[in-house]
Nanobody, 118 residues
Framework: QVQLVESGGGLVQPGGSLRLSCAAS????????MGWYRQAPGKQRELVAT??????TNYADSVQGRFTISRDNAKNVYLQMNSLKFEDTAVYYC?????????????WGQGTQVTVSS
């Protein structure tokens, strides 16, 4: 059974920083692409950042230069968020994705709330 558990969310002031963590357990291996997505109230879930097994990263334009995604060898994924803005307020979800023999495997965490407020 695959499980992704996010942590590190909370309330932060504009301009502040937070570091989100995602702990993966079960059959998640290094070749999975890991990512962070977010969903703000009244909006659809959107991509924040992804990181491939090679280390290649991709960021949404809205977070480019402010957020950094990383992963380690213990199945953990991180999102360092700096210079936070009001519009970063959302529930942030961890994602693991891979295509194995033509079948897509896609897993999600339960989400962690990030609120940017003065």
């Amino acid at each position: 059974q695959v499980q992704l558990v996010e942590s590190g969310g909370g309330l932060v002031q504009p301009g502040g920083s937070l570091r989100l963590s995602c702990a993966a357990s079960g059959s998640i291996f290094r070749f999975y692409t890991m990512g962070w997505y977010r969903q703000a109230p009244g909006k659809q879930r959107e991509l924040v950042a992804t990181i491939r097994s090679s280390g290649t990263t991709n960021y949404a334009d809205s977070v480019q230069g402010r957020f950094t995604i990383s992963r380690d060898n213990a199945k953990n994924v991180y999102l360092q968020m700096n210079s936070l803005k009001f519009e970063d307020t959302a529930v942030y979800y961890c994602n693991a994705n891979a295509v194995i023999y033509g079948h897509e495997y896609d897993y999600w965490g339960q989400g962690t709330q990030v609120t940017v407020s003065s």
